[in-house]
């Protein structure tokens, strides 16, 4: 495996704010993807800290009282992995109003 430098471009999608958040990780095309996908980085009060920090601020969720450990939600922060060439790694589709990418509402 070779590291590889990887930004993560964090959407909120009730401000429209975008931030980028800059990480390494050993194994770039299986489990990264999977972490901001399905796994820890893929609730709101995680990337609350990821764009907390990719603006240098304190850890948000203190401020925030929609977002509270334990009861993590989805939705909120929208998030495309790029490598540093600038190839598009991941790419969350936006969610409709049901709640579900593509969904009706």
């Not at 948000?60 to 922060?77: A, K, M």
Request: aromatic fraction near 12%; charged fraction near 35%; proline fraction near 5%.
């Amino acid at each position: 495996m070779i590291e590889e430098l990887y930004y993560a471009e964090l959407t909120d999608t009730r401000t429209g704010e975008a931030r980028i958040y800059r990480d390494e990780y050993f194994d770039v095309h299986d489990g990264m993807i999977f972490l901001w996908e399905q796994g820890n980085y893929s609730c709101d009060c995680n990337r609350a800290i990821f764009f907390a920090r990719a603006a240098g601020e304190p850890d948000g969720t203190d401020e925030d009282p929609e977002i509270e450990f334990g009861r993590c939600s989805d939705g909120r922060f929208r998030v495309k992995l790029i490598a540093e060439d600038g190839r598009v790694l991941f790419e969350e589709p936006i969610k409709r109003p049901s709640g579900r990418p593509g969904g009706s509402a």
